[in-house]
């Protein structure tokens, strides 16, 4: 790799970034109507490529691990825009690039509900860190193109492939106009991720508080995963008296749109729908208000 460092315009600086973030003040911001705690919902809508294994796979191609994400995007994304739908909740959507590409009609459906959408990777089981540096700039330029070609909209925001990342991923993100990600489970509030002359915002996701993790390494039934969810938010709740927070619910339509899952989200949304103090947000509308709202 370090023959192509030379060929590109800017400096492998992920790590650095990380570790420049350490001890930025990140407590001292508001949420709109005084909420103690910011809620968004991350939908990761994803398509994968049969020339590459796929997680749980035993071979390559796998049809049958394909054919369960396939389900996912058939017939699980309507449970899931039903569910949101329901409680008035406007979700986050993280976009594989081939996804936008090949299931236009969701892109649009999520579109006329005011969702935002993050970009993330072509195919999901292509990581950041396998693409070689300049491969990974032309990846990026054109899946944010791709999500704009769909969605009507040129997404700010990125999410990558389980969250893995390059040291020049921040880099690039930051040289094609992305604001926030959401790669970096390490805060209960956003913060700053000085990169590349710019500031990224780092909004608060969770691998525990997501189905992947819950039904995959924590093999819990809906009504764990339910109230993992409701555990978290009160908690977190606690901790926002002070200083507001962020909590995330991330969910994928073939894991939680499948019949008997579904009941889960459900019962977490109308749970925390009860409490007052709670502002439902797009991941755009919490990277904003965390540069605005201090």
Known sequence: MSDMKPQLSIRPDTGNAIKASRGLENSNWSL??????????VVNIEDFDLHYPIDGGESVPDYREYALREYGNRAGMPRILA???????RGTGAVNAAFARNFP???????DRGWDMMGHGDYNNRKMHTYTPDEEKELISSVIQDIENAWGQRPVGWLSPGLQQSEYT?????????????????????????IAGSTLISVPYSMDVNDKGAYGRACLTPEGFRDLIIS?????????ANSPVVMVIAVHPY?????????A?????????????VWWATGAEIAERFRVGR
């Open 83 to 89: 569910e949101l739908d329901r409680f008035g909740v």
């Open 105 to 111: 009609h969701w892109m649009k459906e999520c579109a």
């Open 265 to 277: 989200l459900r019962g977490a949304l109308e749970y925390i729908s009860a409490q007052e103090g």
């Open 255 to 263: 894991l939680t749109g499948l019949p008997y899952r579904i009941k």
């Open 32 to 41: 709109p109507n005084g909420a103690r705690i910011a809620v968004w919902v």
């Open 232 to 240: 978290q938010f009160d908690e977190l709740y606690a901790d926002g």
């Open 170 to 194: 921040l880099s690039e993100l930051a040289s094609n106009g992305i604001g926030y990600l959401a790669d970096f489970a390490a805060d209960d509030r956003p913060f700053e991720v000085p």
